[in-house]
């Protein structure tokens, strides 16, 4: 079995900083790729920010300058740390990992996505 574990989040003011976690565990050959989606109320969840194992990153338009990703690939454990918060920011962010299992899998080239239970940020005066 595969486990992702968030932590972090929170209520934050806007101009605020809160720092996002998210560790992979479990029966793992290798990590692909991880990072955050986030889901507003009323709203069809929306790529935030994806890091692939070789450190290349992909964010969305709207947190760029503001969210950075960082990885540590020898602990599966990915960071998302979030500066000058806005209202809009206000979600649920859900933890994503594209994630091989066995060598079988590697040598397929496949892949199965994996999610956590979401952690919600609050951005609110």
């Known amino acids: 079995q595969v486990q992702l574990v968030e932590s972090g989040g929170g209520l934050v003011q806007p101009g605020g900083s809160l720092r996002l976690s998210c560790a992979a565990s479990?029966?793992?050959?290798?990590?692909?790729?991880m990072g955050w989606y986030r889901q507003a109320p009323g709203k069809q969840r929306e790529l935030v920010v994806l890091?692939?194992?070789?450190?290349?990153?992909n964010y969305a338009d709207s947190v760029k300058g503001r969210f950075t990703i960082s990885r540590d690939n020898a602990k599966n454990t990915v960071w998302l740390q979030m500066n000058s918060l806005k209202p809009e920011d206000t979600a649920r962010y859900y933890c994503?990992?594209?994630?091989?299992?066995?060598?079988?899998?590697?040598?397929?080239?496949?892949?199965?996505?994996?999610w956590g239970k979401g952690s919600l940020v609050t951005v609110s005066s």
């Open positions: 994503n990992a594209n994630i091989m299992r066995t060598l079988s899998d590697y040598a397929r080239g496949t892949g199965m996505d994996y």
């Open positions: 890091i692939i194992s070789g450190g290349s990153t």
């Open positions: 479990g029966s793992i050959y290798r990590v692909n790729h």
